[in-house]
């Protein structure tokens, strides 16, 4: 069961990927880890030079409500935290500005409906 969960997650966020370099934005990193938190994909926006940290949620269904709903203050101060720590370890993107996305899928993994939330909270919402 988890290694399907673990697969599942690893469709819908190469589908969010995808859907957002089409959108203009350039992939830097995925799945980044650290004690607090994971970075589901960082990637910039080469126009404005931005670093957009993106939350993947993934719901097979939105009976029960969409994922963006689920990246709670806690989620989101976890969020901010994992980003501080990637910016710690890359000078050259740290006095870059930044953002928080959120890319609430939903439907079959494999092609995905995408909801792409820009700048779906800021600092000042933790």
């Known amino acids: ?3 399907e ?3 599942r997650g690893r469709q819908v966020e ?3 990927r995808q859907h957002l370099q089409r959108a203009g934005l350039r992939f830097l ?3 980044v880890g650290y004690r607090g938190g994971e970075l589901d994909l960082v990637m910039q926006d080469p126009d404005r030079g931005t670093v957009v940290f993106v939350e993947v949620r993934y719901r097979a269904s939105s009976a029960f409500g969409g994922g963006a709903g689920s990246v ?3 989620k ?3 969020l901010v935290q994992a980003a501080q720590l ?3 370890s890359q000078p050259a993107l740290a006095l870059r500005p930044c953002r928080f996305d959120v890319a609430d899928a939903s439907g079959d993994p494999a092609a995905p409906r995408i909801d792409w939330i820009v700048d779906a909270f800021r600092l000042d919402d933790i």
């Open 29 to 31: 990193a995925g799945n």
């Open 76 to 78: 989101r101060r976890r």
């Open 86 to 88: 990637y910016l710690a």
């Open 5 to 7: 969960r673990q697969a």
């Open 14 to 16: 190469a589908a969010v």
């Open 1 to 3: 069961m988890a290694a």
């Open 72 to 74: 709670d203050r806690a």
